[in-house]
């Protein structure tokens, strides 16, 4: 059974950084996607970026440009470097992961069986 972990949430003002992290456990399989997600009460939870095993990246429009997501596979750890945060960045963060391999990595959470438990990130303006 996987587990993921995340951490990094914190509370900043607009135009600043953060470097969420999620650490792996028992994903057991050489190919895979990561992704993060977020979501705010009484809203629908929203693909950010995606990341497959191949290195292919995905983006929602709403960040592109101001956040990376990369992975270290030999720490087993995904990242989110999030620059230039606004107000609407606010919302907590999950880590999400599924076995089925895509070449390019989906931003749809139906498509993750795997998730953390998330991590509050709040921008204040």
């Known amino acids: 059974q996987a587990q993921l972990v995340e951490s990094g949430g914190d509370s900043v003002q607009a135009g600043g950084s953060l470097r969420l992290s999620c650490t792996s456990s028992g994903l057991g399989a050489r190919a895979y996607i990561m992704a993060w997600f977020r979501q705010v009460p009484g809203k629908e939870r929203e693909g950010v970026a995606s990341?497959?095993?191949?290195?292919?990246?995905k983006y929602s429009e709403s960040v592109q440009g101001r956040f990376t997501i990369s992975e270290d596979g030999a720490k087993k750890t995904l990242y989110l470097q999030m620059n230039s945060l606004k107000p609407e960045d606010t919302a907590m963060y999950y880590c999400?992961?599924?076995?089925?391999?895509?070449?390019?990595?989906?931003?749809?959470?139906?498509?993750?069986?795997?998730w953390g438990q998330g991590t509050q990130v709040t921008v204040s303006s």
């Open positions: 990341i497959n095993t191949g290195g292919v990246t």
């Open positions: 999400a992961a599924d076995v089925l391999y895509r070449p390019i990595p989906s931003l749809d959470s139906g498509d993750y069986r795997y």
